[in-house]
Structures are given as structure tokens and as C-alpha cells.
Nanobody, 121 residues
Framework: QVQLVESGGGLVQAGGSLRLSCAVS????????MGWYRQAPGKQRELVAG???????NFADSVKGRFTISRDNAKNTVYLQMASLKPEDTAVYYC???????????????WGQGTQVTVSS
């Protein structure tokens, strides 16, 4: 019953910006970490950015200095602020949450359905 709802994708010109949002709902006990992955046509899904419950972040080398990840713990929401977008950033972006529910004692990864980001040259 955990659900991740993504929003904010769209079409932008190279050099533009977008902000993706992902809201998590359900029978959540705790969220260990949240992140964004992306998958471009013909490529493997890759980690774009992640943030832990303690606030530690990590980014793919290709987006360092351009993307920022943040959380709103009160809203169980994670954001990905994307700036200086490049055509190479075009992909489906997936929200991920590693969390614990009241159904069991272990963390488990949950995924959103993805939101398309297209950057035109």
C-alpha cells in the first residue's frame, strides 16, 4: 500500500531547469533513504542522486554541480532540482524510497512509476 507519486517532469530547452517532486504515502514507519534514478533509451537505470535520513547526499558524476536533492520530512517528500539541463539528461526519472512499513521489520525499496524529462538541444 506504499505509494510514490512523482511530478514535475516535462520538456525544457538545454540550459533550463526543472524540479521533480516525489511524495510517499502509506503505512510508513520510517524512511531510511530516498533518491532519484533515471533510465535513458538503450541504457541501464542509474542513480542520479540520493539522500539518507541523516541528510547525507550523493550524486552521479554527470550531474554534480547541476542537480540538488532535498527532503521535506514532514511531507515525506523528496525533490530533485535540476539546473543547466543537457540533452544527455533526457530520461525517465524514477523516485525511490528505502523504507520500513508496519508490515515487517526490514527496509524495502519502493519505486514510483517514473516521470519523463526531455531536454531539447
Amino acid at each position: 500500500q506504499v505509494q510514490l507519486v512523482e511530478s514535475g517532469g516535462g520538456l525544457v530547452q538545454a540550459g533550463g531547469s526543472l524540479r521533480l517532486s516525489c511524495a510517499v504515502s502509506g503505512s510508513i514507519v520510517s524512511i531510511n533513504a530516498m533518491g532519484w534514478y533515471r533510465q535513458a533509451p538503450g541504457k541501464q537505470r542509474e542513480l542520479v542522486a540520493g539522500i539518507t535520513s541523516g541528510g547525507s547526499t550523493n550524486f552521479a558524476d554527470s550531474v554534480k554541480g547541476r542537480f540538488t536533492i532535498s527532503r521535506d520530512n514532514a511531507k515525506n517528500t523528496v525533490y530533485l532540482q535540476m539546473a543547466s539541463l543537457k540533452p544527455e539528461d533526457t530520461a525517465v526519472y524514477y523516485c525511490n524510497a528505502r523504507l520500513r512499513t508496519d508490515y515487517g521489520p526490514y527496509d524495502y525499496d519502493y519505486w514510483g512509476q517514473g516521470t519523463q524529462v526531455t531536454v531539447s538541444s
